[in-house]
């Protein structure tokens, strides 16, 4: 049985409620307009407090198909607010120029300050909705991702400063990741000192540590970031295998990259891989097949290389330091080629 990647978030039933519930209030109060404009003689001060509960329902819901969830693409329902502002605000002025033009001194008075309310409530609501739209926290998480993973090339090409050598994808009799071996470059010296060489990763001196989260080996977008046991996983892996930049057992060397420093995957995102950070274990580019956000068996789980909760690729580093973001439609062949560092293709455009 295949599992779909990415999965659907925890709890997502509540975001399709949500999303039904922000297209059925734009309709409603769209209707409602429409009705009310035909009918508008008969325009009460309490339908100014309705309107009002309509726009704020639907901002409120609104919030829902903005958020972190946006497995199923859906995240322009969003812009539903919108209409259902629009018909809302107007509902609400119609209202309050009836009040005004037929009221007394008492009620325009009234109508004076409710519009001063509208009019400053109104335009912060929109400029504030207006700016998630348009910097959705998709984009957030995808902006900080792409930073731990500068973070993650700039630690690389110091430590390879240093030892003359990219760190290797796993070292020692106990093996080591590579994730713990770059922590002082990543100026975590006090959580690498705490870690026991002579230990495995998963024995009892070491296991305190997989449970503590490493942001920057962490994505945000993540909603499966850790397993049943409390364990951190990495968002992040060294491509390991024949002609890969994690397959020399003593860390590849900047000179040993004949294909081109900018054509060479060094770390990649590997969400569906679920590897705990301080696992030494990593992506094989020779065992799983070559692709991004491929279905896996379990839950959270992708078989192929590359895999991350962002909306249609993933972000991944290359041997030169730089961080591009990889389409999942991206050609197989092309993936391959990008994947080894000696192989003598020639890649011009991925």
């Known amino acids: 049985m295949e599992f779909l990647f990415p999965p659907a978030p925890p709890n997502y039933d509540v975001v399709i409620y949500a999303r039904v519930a922000l297209v059925a209030c734009s309709l409603i109060s769209v209707a409602v307009l429409a009705w009310r404009l035909k009918n508008w003689k008969s325009i009460r001060k309490r339908e100014i407090i309705l309107w009002w509960l309509a726009a704020t329902v639907s901002g409120v819901v609104s ?53 001063a309310v509208v009019v400053v409530g109104l335009f912060l609501w929109t400029a504030m909705d207006l700016t998630k739209l348009r910097h ?28 003359n050598r990219f760190p290797p994808a796993a070292s020692g009799l106990r093996p080591i990741s590579w994730r713990v071996i770059l922590l002082p470059y990543l100026e975590e010296q006090a959580v690498y000192d705490r870690y026991h060489r002579g230990s495995a990763w998963d024995e009892a001196d070491n296991l305190p540590l997989a449970r503590e989260r490493m942001n920057v080996f962490s994505c945000p977008a993540d909603y499966y970031p850790k397993n049943t046991d409390g364990q951190w996983y990495t968002a992040y892996s060294m491509p390991t295998g024949v002609h890969s930049v994690g397959a020399n057992p003593k860390g590849t060397k900047l000179g040993d990259i ?63 330091g730089s961080v591009r973001f990889l389409s999942q439609t991206i050609d197989v062949d092309i993936l391959k080629k990008l994947a080894t560092i000696d192989g003598g293709e020639q890649v011009d455009d991925f």
């Open 63 to 115: 919030t829902f198909a903005i958020s972190r969830y946006v497995y199923d693409g859906n995240q322009r329902l969003a812009l539903m607010f919108q209409p259902t502002l629009v018909a809302s605000a107007a509902g609400i002025i119609i209202g309050l120029l009836k009040i005004h033009n037929q009221g007394t001194v008492r009620e325009r008075k009234e109508w004076i300050g409710w519009n």
């Open 258 to 320: 004949t294909d081109g420093t900018g054509n060479t995957l060094l770390i990649v995102e590997a969400c569906g891989a679920q590897i705990v950070w301080t696992e030494p274990r990593d992506v094989n580019i020779d065992l799983q097949p070559a692709g991004i956000n491929l279905n896996g068996s379990r839950r959270g789980n992708s078989a192929g290389w590359l895999s991350s909760y962002h909306a249609h690729g993933t972000h991944v580093v290359f041997a030169d």
């Open 136 to 163: 959705p926290i998709a984009a957030t998480h995808r902006n900080v991702c792409r930073q731990n993973l500068r973070m993650v090339g700039t630690a690389m090409h110091t430590y390879h400063e240093s030892k």
